[in-house]
């Protein structure tokens, strides 16, 4: 209900939903910010007063959606939860995400993802022993993200086949040893 009221009220989230109703009609590359802000009623002017381009407004509503499924789940109870809540939304919005994942260019919804991913996964860590240890796990948790990326876009291109729980499964069995073991001594998978 938080988010129904923000959406009726803010022009992020109205020029969210203009950028997703065009995305019904047009493949993403094809979409202008001119028909964004023609379906939402607002001015190309109150458009870049909030954001760079339209991929910066993928980026925004993507990080807006996770907050929320973070949010519901009691945000960082475990990795697995984590991933559930985030499947569960971007099977939601799967329209969206299979618009926003085709998009290679710069500033693109894979790079952010991935580093949003990596970013909540250090907070978990961080959260139980102080500091992530970078050296150590770095390297390991940059590949799993990017593999565990790469295998979302590919659930999201086959219409999402899989439950989310099926999913997060198989992200937290993808998971190299060395991060699991990690993970599982922390608590961070059940």
Same mark, same amino acid.
């Given at each position: 209900?938080e988010?129904?009221?923000?959406?009726?009220?803010?022009?992020?989230?109205?020029?969210?939903d203009?950028l997703?109703?065009?995305?019904?009609?047009?493949?993403?590359?094809?979409?202008?910010?001119?028909q $964004?802000?023609? *379906?939402? !009623?607002?001015s190309?002017q109150?458009?870049y007063?909030?954001?760079?381009d339209? %991929?910066?407004?993928?980026n925004?509503y993507?990080?807006?959606?996770?907050k929320?499924?973070?949010?519901?789940?009691?945000?960082?109870?475990?990795?697995?939860d984590?991933?559930?809540?985030?499947?569960?939304?971007?099977?939601d919005?799967?329209?969206?995400?299979?618009?926003?994942?085709?998009?290679?260019?710069?500033?693109?919804?894979?790079?952010?993802?991935?580093?949003?991913?990596?970013?909540?996964?250090?907070r978990l $860590?961080s959260? *139980?022993? !102080?500091?992530?240890p970078?050296?150590e796990?770095?390297?390991l948790?940059e590949? %799993?993200?990017?593999?565990?990326v790469?295998?979302?876009?590919?659930?999201?291109?086959?219409?999402?086949?899989?439950?989310?729980?099926?999913m997060a499964e198989?992200?937290?069995e993808?998971?190299?040893?060395?991060?699991s073991?990690?993970?599982?001594e922390l608590?961070?998978l059940?």
């Amino acid at each position: 209900m938080e988010m129904m009221t923000e959406k009726k009220t803010d022009v992020r989230y109205r020029l969210a939903d203009a950028l997703e109703a065009c995305m019904g009609e047009a493949p993403l590359e094809r979409i202008t910010v001119k028909q $964004i802000t023609e *379906k939402c !009623g607002v001015s190309r002017q109150t458009f870049y007063r909030n954001f760079t381009d339209k %991929y910066d407004l993928i980026n925004w509503y993507f990080d807006e959606l996770l907050k929320k499924a973070f949010q519901h789940m009691g945000y960082g109870k475990t990795a697995f939860d984590s991933l559930v809540h985030k499947f569960t939304y971007i099977q939601d919005q799967k329209l969206f995400f299979k618009a926003a994942f085709k998009n290679d260019s710069q500033n693109n919804l894979r790079d952010h993802d991935i580093k949003m991913i990596m970013d909540f996964y250090k907070r978990l $860590i961080s959260g *139980k022993i !102080g500091a992530f240890p970078q050296d150590e796990y770095g390297s390991l948790l940059e590949m %799993y993200c990017v593999a565990s990326v790469h295998m979302t876009q590919q659930w999201v291109f086959r219409g999402c086949q899989a439950t989310p729980r099926e999913m997060a499964e198989l992200m937290i069995e993808a998971m190299p040893p060395r991060l699991s073991k990690l993970f599982s001594e922390l608590g961070l998978l059940d």
